[in-house]
């Protein structure tokens, strides 16, 4: 084997020992961007679209009275290759997607602006494993 290709050898396994790092970072950042939206009163997407107001004012802003909801939404499972991060309470489900009685919050799901983040993530560490 020459030396050129026992560098690029080297490289991808420093990469691939990188991706079970990987993972766990973006799940952490992913748990971490939809907290926020809670702060945002809206789904980050492209932009934050806003959740719709309530009917009724209450002290508290939409969605938390507790912070349970908030609270709720955690990694779920995770292998070396992949996460799943989820909120797991009764009512979640209703608030994110909606109901015939309620007005969809999303708080979770794809977003783009987490989807560059990631990307970015993904890139500064692997240029960083190749000294780039």
């Known amino acids: 084997m020459n030396t050129l290709s026992k560098i690029l050898e080297n490289q991808i396994k420093s990469?691939?020992?990188e991706i079970p790092r990987l993972v766990t970072t973006v799940a952490n950042t992913s748990v971490d961007f939809f907290k926020?939206?809670?702060n945002k009163s809206g789904f980050d997407d492209d932009t934050v679209l806003k959740?719709?107001?309530r009917k009724r004012?209450?002290?508290h802003p939409i969605l938390w009275k507790t912070g349970r909801?908030?609270?709720s939404i955690r990694v779920f499972r995770k292998t070396s290759t992949e996460a799943y991060l989820l909120s797991d309470l009764e009512y979640s489900?209703?608030?994110n997607y909606g109901s015939e009685r309620m007005p969809q919050r999303k708080f979770i799901g794809v977003s783009s602006n987490l989807n560059k983040k990631v990307v970015?993530?993904?890139t500064d560490r692997i240029n960083r494993r190749l000294g780039v």
């Open 51 to 53: 959740w719709r107001k």
């Open 120 to 122: 970015k993530i993904i």
């Open 15 to 17: 990469v691939e020992r």
């Open 69 to 71: 909801l908030r609270r």
């Open 57 to 59: 004012q209450y002290k």
């Open 36 to 38: 926020q939206n809670f």
């Open 93 to 95: 489900a209703v608030h």
